[in-house]
């Protein structure tokens, strides 16, 4: 990194978050912790289920769900999940996490969509996501 980038980059570290030309928000893993997402909606998928099932995945009813702050600009996050048919158990399916976030390094440097996808899923794990979107889906007419 030039000294020009690295000075660029030192003054936007205490700036909020801003879209970048490709679309992005780029943050730092530990930023998302200061956050809070509120739920934006969650649906059952049939067509997802079959996926899952295709690939011998124990769901009995499957879905995605997405979430955002309140924050200009807005960070969405959103994920597929499945309820496993032994345990009955919500998880995060194998889809791995979308978002308009692009996580970073210590350096500003992008992890990359896969990592990012990886550690949302890590991140994800600690958020108590499940009872919110069974609430959810109990309120529509037609649940899993």
Not at 5 to 15: A, C, E, K, V
Not at 18 to 42: E, T, W
Request: with cysteine; net charge negative.
């Amino acid at each position: 990194m030039d000294v020009e980038t690295y000075l660029q980059f030192q003054s936007s570290r205490n700036q909020a978050p801003a879209k970048s030309p490709d679309g992005y928000i780029r943050l730092r893993l530990a930023s998302l912790n200061a956050l809070s997402f509120v739920h934006l909606f969650s649906e059952c998928d049939t067509g997802f289920l079959r996926e899952l099932q295709a690939q011998t995945i124990p769901a009995i009813a499957a879905g995605f769900s997405e979430w955002k702050t309140m924050t200009d600009p807005v960070i969405s996050i959103g994920w597929g999940w499945f309820i496993h048919g032994d345990s009955e158990c919500m998880l995060l399916a194998p889809d791995g996490v979308r978002s308009n976030v692009m996580l970073i390094d210590a350096h500003g440097y992008d992890l990359g969509s896969q990592r990012t996808s990886t550690l949302f899923g890590t991140w994800l794990s600690s958020f108590e996501w499940q009872s919110v979107v069974t609430v959810a889906l109990n309120e529509v007419i037609t649940p899993c």
